[in-house]
């Protein structure tokens, strides 16, 4: 069985509005229920956990889990302070209904398709840990103190993380605990498990998999679903 995770728990105030930005309409629908739309339809995805803030739990009640009523989505939980802390509550909450596969994705890259998953979960089937990516079109540049560069990347090597990421529950799992412990804060998941030692397979993300973070973002993401609905 496949469960999915939706991390929506951030204070989402990067696109200075007063509703938080995972609740912003993306042509009259919520950015969160455009993303739970994918997975609820996806054959694959059994099960759905969403990962909020308390703090918007009155909102996401009443515009998306009451307004689309999402029969995947059985319950919802508060997230913690970090991504990764909202991440940890998500994985606890599935790791004792057995030794299945685990997508986890951020609420606010609506754009994911049905395509994107099927490649994470053949690919988490046979390789334990997958992560959706696309390689890097720009030079990458690394300055240490944001004046001078010190280094080129190489970029053909550079590929930019995107979500889902998916993983075999027992391992993401551990890789979670492990972190806790030693007090390690990664940017995304595949992080944790790669410094575990284990492998971590690439796989094809979309460009239009973009995680809204600015006011630029909303309006191109409005019309890339127009377009899909052509
Ligand atoms: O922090 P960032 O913008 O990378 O967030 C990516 C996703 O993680 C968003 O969907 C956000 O709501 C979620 N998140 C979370 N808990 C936090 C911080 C971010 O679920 N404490």
């Avoid at 309409?25 to 609820?40: S, V």
């Avoid at 606010?108 to 398709?113: C, F, I, K, M, S």
């Avoid at 089937?125 to 280094?151: H, Q, R, W, Y």
């Avoid at 550079?158 to 990664?186: H, V, Y």
């Amino acid at each position: 069985m496949f469960f999915a995770i939706i991390v929506a728990a951030g204070r989402g105030e990067r696109v200075n509005s007063v509703t938080p930005k995972q609740y912003l309409p993306l042509l009259g629908k919520p950015i969160l229920a455009h993303t739970l739309d994918i997975f609820e339809k996806s054959p694959w995805i059994g099960e759905i956990i969403v990962v909020i803030n308390p703090l918007h739990e009155e909102i996401f009640k009443k515009e998306v889990w009451e307004r689309y009523g999402y029969r995947k989505v059985k319950k919802y939980i508060s997230g913690g302070e970090t991504r990764q802390e909202s991440v940890y509550g998500g994985v606890r909450e599935v790791k004792n209904r057995g030794d299945d596969f685990v997508l986890i994705h951020d609420g606010v890259r609506p754009l994911v398709d049905e395509k994107i998953l099927e490649r994470c979960v053949e690919g988490v089937i046979k390789f334990e840990a997958v992560c959706c990516a696309m390689p890097c079109v720009d030079t990458i540049k690394c300055s240490l103190n944001g004046e001078v560069i010190d280094e080129t990347l190489d970029r053909q090597k550079i590929w930019r993380a995107q979500t889902p990421q998916a993983f075999r529950i027992s391992l993401i799992w551990e890789a979670l605990e492990r972190a806790k412990e030693e007090g390690f804060q990664g940017t995304d998941d595949s992080s944790l498990v790669e410094r575990m030692g284990k492998p971590v397979r690439l796989v094809l993300g979309s460009e239009d998999n973009l995680k809204i973070t600015t006011p630029q973002d909303l309006i191109l993401a409005e019309e890339l679903l127009r377009w899909r609905k052509k």
